[in-house]
């Protein structure tokens, strides 16, 4: 009995003494981040002096150029360039777009032509427009009330769903198969509305898709600011036989190469498992893509750094992998998993910063129950800083390749009420992001690395047979 006893005693202690050591090390990281973090100056740079990195572009590789070189500045025991061939979409000359209520009566509205989409022709096009919620409205439409239209796509996001995310995804197919759907019943053109929930005058761009639609057959695609929309809408109730007029340049081009940057410290314990975090370098070209994704390349670059600041040695290898074209393809998540695959890389754990430099509020993870179970139990250690939002579901896009069923896959999930204000638009740059905000979810991703590096990770037992 007093063996007993005194083993719980031990085992207490120890735990005891665990938290301590975690505790110290968590306000240690959050402490150098607060004081001494670098991410918010990579991303002034990032913004300001290259601007948005629309994959293939000079200022994506720019954007390679300017972060292998910081990451070669922190003392890495490896950094290198990992080589992927990605689409090179040019967006041409500003868009430009009216509805005619009669003959010389016109209203200008902003649009910007979506990621992929094909031009107009040279003098544009002017048709009738019709209205619809969503690609379904289509089939009980049917061609004869569709053929030698537009298309305008006004279904808004849900305001009722707390998680802009969940609002986001709810509407971003007609974005995203709204031109390849409507082509196929007779459409000259899709206009959409921007996937926002705000209402302002900022045209939100995005990746669409034609599926196998031939290239003579697929139609223009625009996205509308809200205002622009809600007006419209408005507009056509009032008068259904208006004619919309738009002009977009786009060009589709080969593929050219560009890179993943990676750069790593090497584990002293258990090498071979490797853990990373990492967001995507490329954005779009409409602001300088400081939310989507300047913020999570930063602060993936500044994990690494928050570990050697606070004296702290690894037990596994630790990577940042920034990725190239996440927004129109995932070439780079694709081709890190790929290379991962091929020489049998153990991955154990990975984590995107996706979701913009806002506050912090927790992160999601898709996993096995027993690694859920773990990271409830790190909860407290986190409640300090007001991160309390631990929860099950999607990681991110570029990590997603890497899925299977031992790894832990997680996302940084800041507070999303702002997000879609700047998602895709001319609004996405750098004075939007909060330089506290920032270091704090740097702080915060590489706390979470700590404890998976010290506690490891929960692998499922081998069915023996």
């Known amino acids: 009995m007093k063996n007993n006893i ?3 005693i031990l085992f207490a202690v120890f ?5 301590t050591t975690d505790e110290k090390q968590l306000k240690s990281i959050y402490n150098a981040s607060l004081v001494k973090g670098q991410g918010y100056d990579w991303l002034n740079y990032l913004s ?3 601007g948005g990195r629309l994959s293939g572009s000079i200022q994506a590789q720019k954007a390679v150029e300017y972060t292998k070189k910081e990451l070669d500045s922190l003392g890495l025991d490896r950094v290198w360039l990992q080589p992927v061939m990605v689409p090179k979409w040019v967006r041409g000359t500003p868009e430009f777009a009216y509805f005619e209520t009669s003959p010389g009566e016109t209203t200008n509205v902003p ?8 031009a107009t022709a040279q003098k544009g096009v002017k048709a009738n427009i019709i209205e619809v919620k969503g690609i379904e409205d289509l089939k009980a439409l049917g061609k004869e009330n569709i053929e030698g239209k537009i298309v305008f796509y006004n279904r808004p996001m849900e305001p009722t769903l707390i998680s802009t995310f969940h609002s986001y995804s709810g509407c971003v197919d007609q974005r995203y198969s ?3 759907e409507a082509g196929k019943y007779g459409a000259v053109g899709v206009i959409v509305r921007s996937v926002n929930l705000r209402l302002d005058d900022f045209p939100h761009t995005g990746s669409m898709s034609y599926g196998d639609t031939p290239v003579a057959n697929r139609v223009p695609a625009a996205a509308i600011s809200t205002n622009g929309a809600e007006l419209l ?8 036989d208006i004619k919309f007029y738009f002009k977009q340049n786009c060009k589709q081009y080969k593929d050219v190469e560009s890179f993943n940057v990676i750069g790593e410290i090497k584990g002293t314990t258990y090498p071979n498992e490797i853990m990373i975090v990492g967001g995507h370098l490329d954005s779009w070209d409409l602001g300088d893509g400081s939310h989507d994704d300047g913020a999570g390349v930063v602060q993936s670059m500044e994990v690494l750094r928050l570990l050697k600041e606070t004296g702290y ?5 630790i990577r940042v992998v920034l990725f190239m074209n996440e927004e129109n393809g995932l070439r780079g998540g694709n081709k890190y998993a790929e290379v991962a695959k091929s020489k049998k890389e153990n991955h154990v754990f990975a984590l995107e910063s996706d979701a913009g430099g806002f506050t912090p ?3 999601s993870f898709d996993c096995s129950d027993a690694n859920f179970k773990q990271v409830e139990s790190w909860k407290k250690l986190f409640e300090p800083y007001l991160i309390h939002m631990f929860v099950r579901g999607g990681s991110g896009a570029d990590v997603g390749p890497l899925k299977n069923d031992n790894i832990v896959l997680a996302g940084l999930r800041p507070d999303s009420q702002r997000y879609f204000d700047h998602h895709h638009a001319e609004n996405d740059t750098f004075e939007h992001v909060n330089k506290r905000e920032l270091q704090l979810g740097a702080a915060t991703m590489a706390s979470l690395v700590y404890l998976f590096d010290t506690y490891g990770v929960k692998m499922l037992p081998k069915i023996k047979g």
């Open 6 to 8: 005194l083993i719980l």
């Open 15 to 19: 735990v005891s003494n665990a938290q």
């Open 48 to 50: 300001n002096q290259i």
């Open 111 to 118: 649009i910007c032509a979506l990621g992929g989409s094909v």
């Open 178 to 180: 709204g031109a390849e």
């Open 233 to 240: 809408s408005t507009t056509l109730k009032l008068n259904p």
């Open 313 to 317: 040695k690894p037990k596994r290898t």
């Open 361 to 363: 509020r927790g992160f």
